[in-house]
């Protein structure tokens, strides 16, 4: 295994890109130096005066032939309580074939890999027709500032590849998320006197009731059929509560964050809607008031089995498996539908390491996935960088 391609995934992880709060900065100085280095032309995309975006392209971009984006995000979740790891979250550590750090799995063992494979190629960029375009944002992971800037400028491509963890397996789609703040506003009294106030945290308790019988019968449509079963169910949670100011008093607000999954054919307008069917009803029999807050969106996304970008990884997936790949969905939310429904073009989602493995304490990726998923970003980028743009039905 490449030594070097595992140095740039340990000088990614070093590097704290934290969402929320937002300090990507290290790691977008980091990608910039090393793409300009490589010989390429990086640009930064100024979201905010300290967080950027940053892109490059590579190929000579002839006309009738394939322009393609790959995505990757700079940010990462927080590592929460870093006691709890087993070596320092952001002290990049190899033991029995796995590198651990925070954003090794989700996703800057993708990163390192899309690098390395741009590196590669960028020393022969006249042999392709074709053009890669790099997109390396900020804020994935929270509100997604760094992909709406980008869209801000009108880009284009004809097929897109956002590279979160599918043990670098084709997924065709995923489904959307939606985020809600929601506070209830009741009436402070002194506890010994309940009946002179209205509690707050009362009113969130009967809202997060009816939440979950939401999710029941969402997840009952699902497997019934009776909605489209191409992604996984729609999905509701409540993940933050935050109520109370002393235990000698009734709280007067409690604040609930909502966490939403759209499956296919569930809108954003159709969710929130349900959300505040629900919080009326509420409202109404609490007596208590309720502000409501979308905090971030991002559609469902499905791409289509048939392209002939899709048929084309698949060929270099099964010379290099000796298998016939088969494609499926992704188990998150990612960025994916956006940029499809925005650049009107085909977005798959394919990146090394496991998604069991984003998001949790002593995250990690295997050495042999940042190996493969070097491997066949190379290959699957000077394939694309050669193909000819496909004409598609309306």
């Known amino acids: 295994m490449d030594q070097h391609l595992i140095e740039i995934v340990q000088d990614l992880i070093r590097l704290e890109s934290e969402a929320p709060p937002g300090r990507e900065a290290g790691t977008g100085e980091y990608i910039y130096d090393f793409l300009k280095e490589a010989g390429l032309k990086p640009h930064r995309q100024y979201c905010t005066p300290d967080r950027f975006n940053v892109t490059a392209e590579l190929g000579r971009g002839d006309e009738g032939s394939l322009s393609f984006l790959y995505c990757g995000h700079m940010d990462v979740v927080p590592a929460g309580e870093t006691s709890a790891w087993t070596t320092p979250p952001y002290e990049p ?11 090794a799995c ?5 990163l390192a890999c899309a690098l390395y494979a741009a590196k590669q190629l960028a020393s022969r960029p006249d042999q392709f027709s074709g053009r890669l375009q790099l997109f390396f944002d900020v804020d994935e992971e929270h509100r997604n500032i760094g992909l709406w800037r980008f869209l801000k400028d009108n880009p284009s491509a004809d097929f897109v590849i956002v590279g979160e963890p599918t043990d670098m397996e084709i997924a065709l789609g995923h489904r959307g998320v939606m985020a809600f703040e929601i506070t209830f506003t009741g009436k402070s009294a002194h506890a010994a006197r309940p009946g002179e106030g209205n509690n707050a945290i009362y009113a969130a308790g009967s809202f997060i009731t009816r939440i979950q019988k939401l999710q029941e019968e969402m997840e009952a449509a699902w497997k019934s059929g ?3 079963i191409r992604l996984p169910s729609s999905a509701v949670q409540v993940t933050v509560i935050k109520g109370g100011t002393k235990v000698n008093m009734i709280p007067q607000e409690c604040t609930a964050e909502l966490d939403c999954r759209l499956g296919m054919g569930e809108t954003q307008e159709s969710m929130e ?13 609490s007596g208590c008031g309720y502000s409501f807050r979308r905090l971030t969106s991002c559609p469902a996304g499905w791409c289509s089995p048939d392209g002939s970008e899709i048929a084309a990884i698949e060929e270099i997936l099964m010379e290099y498996r000796g298998r016939q790949p088969v494609p499926g969905v992704f188990g998150a939310s990612c960025e994916a539908g956006l940029l499809q429904k925005n650049l009107n073009a085909p977005a798959v989602i394919l990146g090394p390491g496991s998604l069991r493995q984003a998001h949790v304490t002593d995250e990690y990726i295997t050495l042999n996935q940042l190996e493969e998923g070097a491997y066949l970003y190379t290959r699957i ?4 960088m050669n193909a000819k743009v496909q004409k598609r039905s309306e």
């Open 273 to 285: 809607e349900k959300i505040r069917q629900i919080l009326e009803q509420v409202s109404e029999e």
């Open 106 to 110: 989700d996703m800057k063992g993708s």
């Open 381 to 384: 980028f000077e394939k694309l």
């Open 226 to 228: 009776s909605t489209d």
């Open 93 to 103: 550590n190899i033991r029995e074939g796995r590198l651990y750090g925070r954003g």
